[in-house]
């Protein structure tokens, strides 16, 4: 298949990228380069070392023989590349990573919040709003989020994006309805994505545009089959407080004895996948595309869950660390219950790699190798959710 | 109370400013003009001669000795300037109108597709972040629309914004929640809304902010108390494709003997509300705004329902015209039922002039005396909202 590979730079993407190019998909990648600015921006890198995308795709030609495209397009801002790109490319499939994707870095301030809304929504619609008016077929694989579902109070197994509910008529009755899941974001990243999902539905049920809408959890580990074949292939591994996500940031705390940030009381419970079921998740998700029609197929993009508290005992237990609970940044309650479905990919093949693999430690040796390129400044979380978060740690003065 | 009103000298903002200035509020109108640009970009003009920003200041001035602001600042991509206003002014309430507010306009094409999605919901999140930046307790009144609630199946009288639902637990046990009514909307203009309620509900849980949604019905009518006034006050008046509301539109038709144009079968049932009703809800929600705290506070706003075919035949009768169907350009049902409650608005003390009350010849009377400022080739809707009904009017060579 002809596939576009939106964001291909990133954490995500580059591993997704690599892993449809081997099973013989026809991939470009389409990315602004935005993730590498953000470094930039916030002080700080990978911890791996990450080759430029001319050395990745040439890298990627030497060990495979086979070709990526590319093309430096802002997707939320440059509609017409866009179009002109999609023209030529007609791809079967879109894979759309083009989003800022930190909760941390979308809640830092008044410009991160903007560009987070802006970016990501524009984004969106300017793919769908093209598809449109090329006549494409082509199907749209999202990266959604699993944190579009927020906080649940009924003991559920979370479905697949949608509910039926029932609820009664003027004169009483009950009726009963499939509805999207009510969503309640818990950050402005997360709320990007509960838009994203009002714009499939419409666009869905206006055009027929196909689309898969894959809500994931916290990716962890770093490296696939694809990326581990030349240094030049490796994948970013971010552990600062914006963009490091739980389970890799305890990781590098622990290579570099450095203890464990538990965010209050560790009671939340989150949703987790392991970057090699990332990327076959997403060729699955590509190759099932000819099942999507009308309604938006929305797929839980997630193996396991775990409660943070019991990820940090794991990590110090593995690895030998001390834990250290820290005041929570994030307006987030402070335990919650989560269990969700994730039926579709495993019907389509997956078979999930778990926390007990045997992983946690190879993760913990590629630390041990580049402990060097740590700033343990960086560590902490200091983007906090609202004026209380911030008083609590920092205090009235700030 | 100090009061920005955001998109002030729009069609339904300019009446709502001067209705607020009249009760004693300290208004300052903040509008970057766009509407006018959208008549020249169309090719068409209001029905009624519309003085500039100062002309209608100075006349207001003139007429009540009251004095109205006006800041020109486009809030969707000038953050900046809209946190130097909102630091000086410290606002008691913001009106936001300043949305592209037109459903076949949104429509229209790729460019204006994009346009509204940037525009409308830039302009929410930049207003709601700037407030938050500042640390104000500004009390946000919103335009809605009822058509977020889009296409209910259900015999119901739609809620002011919230459903109670139940679903089974994972032991089959039923519980209850309340849930934003499940959006179904039928336009990218009411998309916007649609995203919009999502972003007032995040930052009302994370932050604070203290909003009211107005999901407001079909505006009909023109003129209001205050903008009779004086000539220079005259409200606008919108007959064309793109911004005329079916109400309106049916009464210049009538006025210059051209049939009637109803879409489709005309079994759409929609909701509406006089111009005259709509500035006083908007003060009603202004002067109330201590009651909001916590969940945001929606309101239906809107007086009555009717059948698009009902209507047109009312405005046949009353003002002698005949009745052509036309294909549907929208992707809509041909017939849809609609009853909502607006039992908080009523309860503020809103007291609802009906279709009944004569208002309708007033309207014509207005009609008649501009009609050589009507242009009939911009009446017909050429808004389409995908291909298939495009072809359905215009063929497959299009």
């Known amino acids: 298949m002809r596939v576009l590979v939106l964001g291909g730079d990133g954490f995500c993407g580059w591993p997704s990228a690599l892993h449809l190019s081997e099973h013989g998909h026809d991939v470009t990648i389409v990315d602004n380069l935005v993730r590498r600015r953000a470094d930039d921006e916030l002080g700080v ?21 086979r070709q990526i495209g590319f093309a430096d397009i ?23 990573f083009a989003e800022q994707r930190s909760a941390p870095y979308s809640m830092k301030d008044p410009a991160h919040k903007r560009y987070t809304i802006d970016n990501n929504l524009n984004a969106t619609n300017n793919l769908i709003v093209a598809i449109i008016a090329l ?90 089959e694809e990326t581990e074949r030349d240094p030049r292939l490796m994948n970013r591994f971010d552990y600062d407080g914006d963009y490091g996500t739980v389970l890799n940031r305890f990781v590098v705390e622990a290579a570099v004895g450095y203890p464990l940030t538990v965010h209050g009381s560790g009671g939340q419970t989150r949703a987790f996948i392991n970057v090699r079921d990332t990327v076959r998740c997403i060729r699955l998700a590509v190759e099932s595309g000819d099942e ?23 990590v110090a237990d593995t690895l030998g660390a001390e834990v250290n609970t820290v005041a929570n940044p994030r307006q987030e309650a402070d335990q919650n219950e989560l269990s969700a ?31 060097d390129r740590v700033d343990t400044k960086r560590i902490p979380a200091k983007s906090y959710w609202n004026k209380n978060r911030r008083t609590a740690v920092e205090g009235d003065s700030v």
């Not at 974001?185 to 009002?198: A, I, T």
């Open 45 to 65: 890198q990978s911890l791996t070392p990450i080759a430029t995308m001319s050395e990745r795709i040439q890298a990627w030609y030497e060990v495979s023989g």
């Open 135 to 224: 006549g494409l077929d082509t199907h749209v694989v999202h990266l959604g989020s699993m944190g579009v579902y927020g906080y649940e109070t009924v003991p559920v197994d979370l479905p697949e994006g949608y509910l039926t509910v029932s609820y009664p008529d003027r004169e009483g009755e009950m009726h009963s309805r499939d509805i999207l899941y009510p969503t309640l974001p818990g950050s402005v990243y997360h709320l990007s994505k509960s838009l994203d999902q009002l714009l499939f539905q419409f666009y869905a049920r206006n055009d027929g545009v196909r689309v898969t809408d894959l809500h994931q959890g916290i990716v962890w580990g770093t490296q696939t």
């Open 74 to 96: 802002d997707v939320a801002h440059d509609y017409d590349s866009l179009v002109r790109l999609l023209d030529s490319a007609r791809p079967d499939s879109v894979v759309h």
């Open 292 to 314: 999507v029609s009308g309604q938006v197929r929305v797929m839980n993009q997630m193996t396991e869950t775990h409660r943070v508290s019991t990820l940090a005992r794991l």
């Open 341 to 371: 479905r994730n039926d579709r990919l495993l019907g389509l093949g997956l078979e999930p790699i778990t926390l007990r693999s045997g992983l946690l430690e190879a993760e913990a040796e590629l630390a041990r190798q580049f402990a």
